[in-house]
């Protein structure tokens, strides 16, 4: 059973431009969270998805967007993307309250 | 607002010591507290507890959930090389699957 997949590992993007991150959940897991985790910080929440829409969200700004599919396969896109985005963006799916990870994609705005 | 504070913020100790590792937690509509081992990337699951399951204990890691205190504690027994980690203390809020995260503490086991 594949666990949590993420895809890039790495991604360098410049200022202004737009990425897209991918996440795919575990079998059987119907809830896609994303959270973005800074140097030294604890992971903090972007949004949820869950039956293709988004369910919460949390304090970031609308660059920050996303999309479930069908499959309950997610991707998190960041328009506009500022030297401050610079992070681990990680993907967690959930069937109840115990989330599991993927390896993240480091993100790197120059 | 909801928040998740852990202490300490760092923690160096040597092969074979024991360490406890805190999470206090003001989180409205509590429903769990997980522990995360996070060593490159990926937090590792440890850990969830709840009203139901206050203390877990696997190997040499154990759990306690404190529901009066608002706090949990991770100890680690007979601590190894390969402990050093980031743990990290998330509380499961609310009504959806939002997990909110305390910054973690950085423990580093010197041979």
């Known amino acids: 059973d594949a666990g949590v997949t993420q895809s890039p590992t790495h991604l360098i993007k410049t200022r202004g431009q737009q990425v897209t991150l991918r996440c795919s959940p575990k079998s059987g897991h119907d809830t896609v969270s994303w959270y973005q985790q800074a140097l030294g910080q604890g992971p903090q929440f972007i949004f949820q998805?869950?039956?293709?829409?988004?369910?919460q969200r949390g304090n970031f700004p609308d660059r920050f967007s996303g999309h479930q599919f069908p499959n309950y396969s997610s991707e998190l896109n960041v328009n506009a993307l500022l030297l401050g985005d610079s992070a681990l963006y990680l993907c967690?799916?959930?069937?109840?309250?115990?989330?599991?990870f993927g390896q993240g994609t480091r993100l790197t705005v120059v | 607002e909801d928040k998740v504070v852990q202490s300490p913020l760092s923690l160096v100790v040597h092969e074979g010591d024991t360490v406890t590792l805190n999470c206090s937690y003001e989180?409205?509509?509590?429903?769990?507290l997980l522990w995360y081992k996070q060593e490159k990337k990926a937090p590792t699951f440890l850990f969830m507890l709840t009203s139901s399951g206050i203390e877990k204990k696997s190997g040499r890691l154990s759990s306690i959930l404190d529901k009066k205190e608002l706090s949990s504690i991770l100890n680690i027994t007979a601590t190894q090389t390969g402990d050093s980690a980031i743990y990290l203390c998330a509380v499961h809020g609310g009504a959806t699957n939002k997990l909110i995260f305390g910054t973690g503490t950085l423990l580093a086991v010197q041979p």
């Open positions: 967690a799916s959930s069937l109840f309250a115990e989330a599991f």
């Open positions: 989180v409205t509509n509590f429903r769990s």
């Open positions: 998805y869950y039956e293709e829409e988004e369910r």
